[in-house]
């Protein structure tokens, strides 16, 4: 069974810098996604960022950008210039393309952000 | 226009009743879960269906039945709850395309 692992239960980050949240998997496929989500005070679930596994470029949107080592089974987040409202749970989680149809989560970094 | 919807959003029972939270989404997607975010917020699969049918089920008591009336809805009904119960339940469905997850806004479900 596929495992997600999020090493940092809690990050703090200043106003305007950038921060990272780690992320590592196991898996013994080659063809799956993975995916960053953001959970703020109000509950809901956001996806912020998705990477194919047989894509090599590093997924961005806007602020966010992942470093993705397949090799490494590494899938960390990156989140720059921070701002107040990315205070949030973030999760990562993992779905393989093959077998099954349902994400794995990791069990969450909550990220402070400081003004 | 809420893509996934949860009815309640809020639910505080007394041990031993039965309970339903209702899950519908307007995204036309096949595959509808549930999740249950514990108090140390782990998420983790409980159901899932692909077109009314049942296709994951992971070990969770058979307390817990999902009904799915068509694609478009699944909803969870919860007999007998426990202390344990107590969770925020999730709803979500999956878009084929991309693959990501549209979760609705969540039940906190408290049992006294």
């Known amino acids: 069974a596929q495992t997600v692992t999020q090493s940092q239960p809690e990050m703090s980050v200043q106003e305007a810098e950038t921060v990272t949240l780690s992320c590592t998997y196991d898996t013994s496929e080659s063809d799956y996604y993975l995916f960053w989500y953001k959970q703020p005070p109000s509950r809901q679930m956001i996806l912020v960022i998705r990477q194919e596994a047989y894509k090599q470029q590093n997924a961005t949107e806007n602020r966010f950008s992942v470093n993705f080592q397949k090799a490494a089974k590494s899938f960390s987040l990156k989140i720059s210039d921070s701002q107040l409202g990315d205070a949030a749970m973030y999760f990562c989680a993992y779905r393989s393309a093959n077998a099954g149809n349902m994400l794995t989560f990791g069990g969450g970094t909550r990220l402070m952000v400081k003004p | 226009d809420t893509a996934v919807s949860q009815t309640p959003k809020y639910l505080v029972t007394q041990m031993g009743n039965d309970k339903s939270i209702k899950c519908e989404q307007n995204l036309g997607h096949d595959t509808m879960y549930w999740y249950k975010q514990d108090s140390k917020k782990f998420l983790k699969i409980m159901f899932s269906y692909n077109n009314k049918e049942l296709i994951i089920n992971e070990t969770v008591p058979n307390r817990f039945s999902p009904k799915s009336p068509d694609k478009a809805h699944l909803n969870l009904h919860i007999n007998s709850l426990e202390l344990g119960d107590s969770a925020v339940y999730f709803c979500?469905?999956?878009?084929?395309?991309?693959?990501?997850?549209?979760f609705g806004e969540g039940s906190r479900l408290t049992v006294l």
């Open positions: 979500a469905s999956r878009s084929v395309g991309t693959g990501e997850l549209f």
